[in-house]
């Protein structure tokens, strides 16, 4: 078995045009920043991008006008004092925007990855969220009906990977990733390191191989918080 | 009526304010913008575990330029340190923590509070879009909400009211109201005014307030 591809470009050379691809990371850190940047310029067009915010991970798709849609929980700062591309283009409707708590964005991840269709929380309930979804009462409290979150991709960061697609993160890099390996249809992880098999301890993989199809070596060019 | 009352207390002495309501072995959340401040105050004799939504629990004060770590991050992005005893995790669980009730407090700002304790704090209509965040995991998740806030808008505008014009992050989930006036609580009567600032009186802080306060029996001056 061995996952490993040689650049960032091969790897994504098959995302079409209309995908829906999850990008990893949080406030830039464990985000793929080669593959993301691969992808704007292979020029898929009208992707569906999933991010937990809009202004850097997903900067540079908006920004070369690839994205038709985003499902986000950031998708602009109340408190900004300049128009970030993506509300430029979301204020000319070319640009669709479902906006979703992070937590809810997180365990619809979690569900598609675990083949749960959907699943109640109280999180949203009586708020604009809650608009034209079902609701249900469970020991005196009202929850709403949230479905799963598939992907075609997922581009995800991390710090180590071996050739099977066992990943270990570290810190913060962690944060959606995880998630994302598991939504997504075909995931390629992009890695400070690539070690061989066994050279994990078991007990340290934080994304088993089984949610990984893709390795890329990183050329550590985005690897520092890069974007904030 | 001008925004800024003379004796309205600083960001710093309310975040202060909002420090005596932890306690050892608490797990609390700080949300953007002046709660974030907490973590550089919270006194050194209690343990207090910081959860931040983008997977840390132990965060704590802010990195020293030469203390940084480009992946030792809070919530929004700045770089911190971490506590002896912290730990990452991923954003499933993250929330899962959240939502299952494993945070005793959540200190979030707002742009309004209604009566009954309704959470307005995500978007301003005007703007078009906003950002919400774990804003409505934590206001339906964390065991209690205290949302530190002026007392007033800008423009003077109360942001203590009797329904939330802007939309909602979460229905009745506040339970404490710290500002640069006072302390209230949201009790099932309503409103409930329990400390004022230095030099405030309990008119003054009416007149900026919407709703009819009530005036807690044992009101009195806000200690740090």
């Not at chain 1, 979301?90 to 083949?115: C, D, H, N, S, W």
């Not at chain 1, 990183?218 to 890069?226: D, E, F, K, L, W």
């Not at chain 2, 003379?6 to 949300?31: F, S």
């Not at chain 2, 006072?182 to 309503?190: F, K, S, T, W, Y």
């Amino acid at each position: 078995m061995n996952k490993l591809v040689a650049s960032a470009e091969e790897a994504v050379s098959d995302i079409a045009d209309g995908a829906t691809v999850m990008l990893g990371g949080f406030v830039g850190v464990g985000a793929a920043w080669d593959l993301i940047h691969a992808l704007a310029r292979h020029g898929a067009r009208n992707l569906t991008c999933i991010q937990t915010a809009t202004r850097i991970e997903m900067a540079p798709l908006i920004e070369a006008g690839l994205v038709g849609k985003v499902i986000t929980s950031f998708p602009a700062y109340a408190s900004a004092d300049r128009i970030s591309p993506f509300e430029e283009q979301y204020k000319r409707g070319q640009i669709e925007l479902e906006l979703v708590p992070q937590g809810t964005l997180a365990e619809r991840m979690r569900a598609a990855g675990a083949g749960i269709p959907a699943f109640y929380t109280a999180t949203g309930v009586g708020t604009l969220i809650a608009e034209g979804k079902p609701t249900a009462w469970f020991d005196g409290r009202e929850y709403l009906l949230e479905r799963w979150l598939p992907a075609d991709f997922a581009l995800v960061g991390a710090l180590r990977a071996d050739r099977f697609g066992n990943l270990v993160y570290r810190r913060s890099g962690r944060n959606f990733n995880h998630a994302m390996a598991a939504a997504a249809r075909i995931t390629i992880a992009e890695v400070r390191e690539i070690v061989e098999p066994g050279q994990i301890e078991p007990d340290a993989v934080h994304t088993p191989a089984v949610y990984v199809q893709r390795v890329v070596l990183s050329s550590g060019a985005g690897q520092n918080g890069a974007g904030r | 009526m001008s925004a800024a009352h003379p004796r309205a207390i600083t960001r710093e002495l309310m975040v202060l304010r909002v420090c005596r309501e932890l306690r050892d072995g608490m797990v609390v959340n700080l949300g953007l913008g002046v709660p974030t401040l907490l973590a550089d105050v919270i006194p050194a004799d209690i343990d207090v575990l910081l959860h931040g939504e983008n997977g840390v629990l132990g965060y704590g004060a802010y990195a020293k330029p030469e203390e940084e770590d480009t992946e030792t991050i809070n919530p929004g992005g700045a770089h911190v340190t971490l506590r002896p005893g912290a730990s990452f995790f991923d954003s499933t669980e993250s929330f899962a923590l959240v939502r299952g009730g494993h945070v005793d407090i959540a200190v979030l700002g707002a742009m309004q509070v209604s009566e009954r304790g309704d959470l307005a704090n995500w978007m301003v209509p005007a703007r078009g879009v906003g950002g919400i965040g774990g804003a409505m995991d934590l206001a339906a998740g964390a065991k209690r909400v205290i949302v530190v806030m002026e007392h007033v808008t800008r423009d003077g505008l109360a942001k203590l009211v009797r329904e939330c014009s802007y939309p909602l992050t979460a229905r009745a989930c506040v339970q404490t109201i710290v500002t640069d006036l006072a302390v209230l609580e949201i009790v099932p009567e309503g409103m409930l005014l329990k400390e004022l600032a230095p030099g405030v009186s309990a008119v003054e802080v009416q007149a900026r307030s919407e709703p009819r306060l009530l005036i807690a029996p044992d009101l009195r001056e806000m200690r740090f």
